[in-house]
T-cell receptor, first 112, second 113 residues
Framework: GENVEQHPSTLSVQEGDSAVIKCTYS??????FPWYKQELGKGPQLIID?????GEKKDQRIAVTLNKTAKHFSLHITETQPEDSAVYFC???????????FGQGTILTVHP | SQTIHQWPATLVQPVGSPLSLECTVE??????LYWYRQAAGRGLQLLFY??????ISSEVPQNLSASRPQDRQFILSSKKLLLSDSGFYLC????????????FGPGTRLLVL
């Protein structure tokens, strides 16, 4: 089955800096890659996603890039703010039923 | 708009007791439904998914079961809880036959003592 590796497991940045989280996946048939943000005690919230026919997608301060040849995708957050502090999860999917395989998560801390 | 509810929000149960967690979705029809478990500081593990009433697929062997008695209702159960069943349980839904985006509920925190 699909395996998703995510790193780093923790990331600490200063407010205003950029943050990058990277994920690799094992199954070349994967074609949908969402990113979720989870705040303490809450359910994950989708922040951005990308499909395999697209190499990059941007939404304000958040962007995702996908390299299908290398089987990795990354989340980029620019001009970080303290409210960006949370756990971020990447995921990959090849199933028409929408089954997702998640990475282990990255704890992002943005220091004021 | 669509909303997803889970209850209870928090539950403390003794080992060996039964369990029933409920998830309901509003504002959509025929959704795919999912149950995940999240151990402290860990990623999300898919437990069950359902593409329709009475249709349940299990991802991992365990002490839990799931049922879907109605289109927008998904229930997670156990006859006898184990200590290892402690965790954060998340329900999610996606559009059947549509984009594979999954939307998560607020979760239930279960502590088995």
């Amino acid at each position: 089955g699909e395996n998703v590796e995510q790193h780093p497991s923790t990331l600490s940045v200063q407010e205003g800096d950029s943050a990058v989280i990277k994920c690799t996946y094992s199954d070349s048939a994967s074609n949908y890659f969402p990113w979720y943000k989870q705040e303490l005690g809450k359910g994950p919230q989708l922040i951005i996603d990308i499909r395999s026919n697209v190499g990059e997608k941007k939404d304000q301060r958040i962007a995702v890039t996908l390299n299908k040849t290398a089987k990795h995708f990354s989340l980029h957050i620019t001009e970080t703010q303290p409210e960006d502090s949370a756990v971020y999860f990447c995921a990959a999917s090849i199933s028409s039923y929408g089954k997702l395989t998640f990475g282990q998560g990255t704890i992002l801390t943005v220091h004021p | 708009s669509q909303t997803i509810h889970q209850w209870p929000a928090t539950l403390v149960q003794p080992v060996g007791s039964p369990l029933s967690l409920e998830c309901t979705v509003e504002g959509t029809s025929n959704p795919n439904l999912y149950w995940y478990r999240q151990a402290a500081g860990r990623g999300l593990q898919l437990l069950f998914y359902s593409v329709g009433i009475g249709q349940i697929s299990s991802e991992v062997p365990q002490n839990l079961s799931a049922s879907r008695p109605q289109d927008r209702q998904f229930i997670l159960s156990s006859k006898k809880l184990l200590l290892s069943d402690s965790g954060f349980y998340l329900c999610a839904w996606s559009v059947r036959g549509g984009p594979r985006t999954q939307y998560f509920g607020p979760g239930t925190r279960l502590l088995v003592l």
